[in-house]
């Protein structure tokens, strides 16, 4: 009896160490891809000027009018910290827990979004996506795996319609043709007075995304069609996805939420706000 125990705490000691080891390994993954995502901001961007909007449509000279002010650096890189709720429920069930979480996004490269999340037993962990490559993996207590998915095509899909839609909200020079921020293609087209879409492509992968602009030509929604396979029937998919912008403030020359909600089946009845930043610090 005395035997079995010892070598039921041996095995469980190597397990501990065996987890310790992959989450040690994950957060030096994690430090090294925000440290390539940070490196690709422009050494000497251009500066904004207002001839660089010509050609564009209309709504699409107010989006860039708002968000960027005359003579600022175009720099394509952002580091934003934020905080607010995660729901880690559903609709018909929310289950919405306290957020911390800081995001590093480079278009068209990538970004990593780490985050901390409920209390107590706290779960932890990045989603991203960076040289071609994505994941989802979150632990509890920083140690026991809970989700890992990715290295898929499906999951890179999904993950690149995150960083258009991301992008566009934080990093809206990468947008700007005159940035040149390295998308293989972009084009932007009016849908409205108030309204454009703009289409990216990278290799095989491609994404349109609409934007919807206040009066002042700030962005007020952000909405795009996912492949995504957070549905009942959990298969990919095109669905949409979106969020509406609820406070801006002005950073380094830039207009930027500080304040969003965003979830799936965005404009529909089966829409879930599961993302609710209620403070972001975008930096860069």
Not at 84 to 99: I, R, T, V, Y
Not at 205 to 212: D, E, P, Y
Not at 229 to 250: R, S
Request: glycine share 12%; net charge neutral; proline share 7%.
């Amino acid at each position: 009896m005395v035997n079995v125990l010892l070598l039921a705490f041996a095995l469980l000691g190597l397990v501990g160490v065996f987890l310790a080891y992959m989450a040690r390994r994950d957060r030096y993954d994690d430090a090294r891809i925000v440290a390539r995502l940070l490196a690709r901001q422009p050494a000497a961007p251009p500066a904004f000027s207002l001839d660089m909007l010509e050609g564009l449509p209309a709504p699409v000279q107010r989006f860039f009018r708002a968000a960027i002010a005359e003579g600022t650096p175009l720099t394509t890189v952002r580091d934003v910290t934020m905080q607010g709720h995660f729901d880690l429920g559903s609709k018909e069930a929310p289950n919405p827990q306290p957020m911390r979480a800081r995001q590093v996004i480079a278009p068209p490269l990538g970004f990593l979004w780490s985050v901390d999340m409920g209390e107590g037993l706290g779960i932890s962990g990045s989603d991203g996506l960076c040289d071609g490559k994505s994941w989802s993996r979150f632990r509890l207590l920083g140690l026991f795996p809970v989700a890992r998915v990715g290295d898929s095509p499906d999951h890179l899909r999904s993950a690149f319609g995150r960083l258009v839609g991301d992008a566009l909200l934080f990093t809206p020079a990468a947008f700007l043709p005159a940035a040149e921020a390295g998308w293989d293609s972009l084009t932007w087209q009016s849908t409205g007075p108030d309204s454009a879409s703009v289409t990216v492509t990278l290799g095989a992968l491609s994404q349109t995304a609409g934007i919807v602009l206040d009066g002042a030509g700030r962005l007020r929604h952000v909405s795009f069609q996912r492949w995504s396979n957070e549905n009942p029937a959990k298969t990919y998919q095109l669905q949409p996805f979106g969020g509406d912008i609820t406070a801006h403030g002005v950073f380094g020359g830039f207009t930027l939420p500080t304040a969003l909600t965003a979830g799936n089946h965005y404009g529909t009845g089966a829409y879930h706000v599961f993302f609710d930043v209620t403070a972001c610090e975008p930096r860069g």
